[in-house]
């Protein structure tokens, strides 16, 4: 008798793919499927079938903020261009109802933006309770691109390490869970799908010249991603570290890392307001 897709978790996905300080990251693969036993097929259908949970989920959280409550949920979702973060939003977050999504993107930042410290947009985006936030890349990118790049000195980007973290718990306490997911792509997954955009006329305006740029300091990004995995993974807001290459994995790794978050604040629906007899009464007798 086949396993039932949820059974083909060997280890949940919180256990498989949550960040271990010091793990060398150079030698992931980025192809595996820590903590499934199962076959792509079985991956999708899992896929499909937390569509509804993850949807009621969502909304009782929604129900929760519209009745007063102060729960929201913050799925982080950082990685290099075509580390998939797109596709988690569409196949992922597009399982839900959108009107209890507030999705935020961060790229370079405009001139109002600069004339603020580097959190100020990003406190700006935070979800309203009852929401479900995501963020397109994220606050981290000040300890990533920045550091990358060369935008700061090395005193100024280091320390923004104990920064984010003390946003973060400051966040968490406020009532937030957040989710923070790194998604890996191998150099070789990169180069195809970029290949790919430029093939395909309905891709082009995915692509940027800027991501050849990118890979040509791959082994410098690694070690920044090292460094912040090491030094932002904490307690309350904990790295998930995702291997991409199989988009159907990361989809589905995501997916049960969201709904698991989501059953952890085990939030019913409201009670009414209104005595609910009278209201059918009346409804009867209109």
């Given at each position: 008798m086949a396993k039932k897709p949820e059974k083909l978790w060997k280890t949940s996905a919180d256990d498989a793919l949550r960040w271990v300080r010091g793990t060398d990251l150079t030698a992931m693969d980025q192809s595996a499927t820590p903590g499934w036993s199962g076959k792509k097929a079985d991956g999708e259908e899992l896929l499909a079938a937390r569509g509804p949970e993850l949807a009621e989920l969502q909304e009782r959280l929604f129900a929760h903020g519209r009745t007063g409550g102060d729960r929201s949920v913050l799925l982080?979702?950082?990685?290099?261009?075509?580390?998939?973060?797109?596709?988690?939003?569409?196949?992922?977050?597009?399982?839900?109802?959108?009107?209890?999504?507030?999705?935020?993107?961060?790229?370079?930042?405009?001139?109002?933006?600069?004339?603020?410290?580097?959190?100020?947009r990003v406190r700006n985006a935070l979800p309203r309770p009852g929401y479900l936030g995501v963020f397109d890349r994220s606050h981290h990118e000040q300890v990533l691109v920045v550091r990358v790049n060369h935008l700061e000195p090395p005193e100024t980007w280091r320390k923004h390490f104990d920064e984010l973290n003390?946003?973060?718990?400051?966040?968490?306490?406020?009532?937030t869970l957040i989710v923070k997911v790194a998604l890996m792509v191998s150099a070789d997954e990169q180069k195809a799908r970029l290949a790919e955009r430029l093939e395909r006329p309905d891709k082009h305006w995915k692509y940027n010249p800027g991501d050849i740029d990118v890979r040509t300091r791959l082994p410098e990004y690694l070690a920044a991603y090292q460094e912040m995995l090491d030094r932002t993974s904490t307690e309350v807001a904990p790295w998930y570290v995702v291997p991409a290459d199989r988009k159907w994995y990361?989809?589905?790794?995501?997916?049960?890392?969201?709904?698991g978050a989501l059953r952890s604040l085990d939030l019913g629906w409201p009670p009414a307001d209104f005595d609910v007899e009278t209201e059918k009464a009346r409804l009867a007798a209109s």
């Open positions: 982080v979702l950082q990685g290099l261009d075509t580390a998939g973060k797109g596709g988690i939003v569409r196949h992922v977050v597009g399982m839900v109802d959108p009107q209890g999504v507030q999705h935020r993107g961060f790229g370079v930042p405009t001139e109002e933006e600069q004339r603020h410290d580097y959190l100020w003390e946003f973060e718990a400051e966040v968490a306490a406020s009532g990361a989809r589905l790794a995501v997916t049960e890392l969201l709904t």
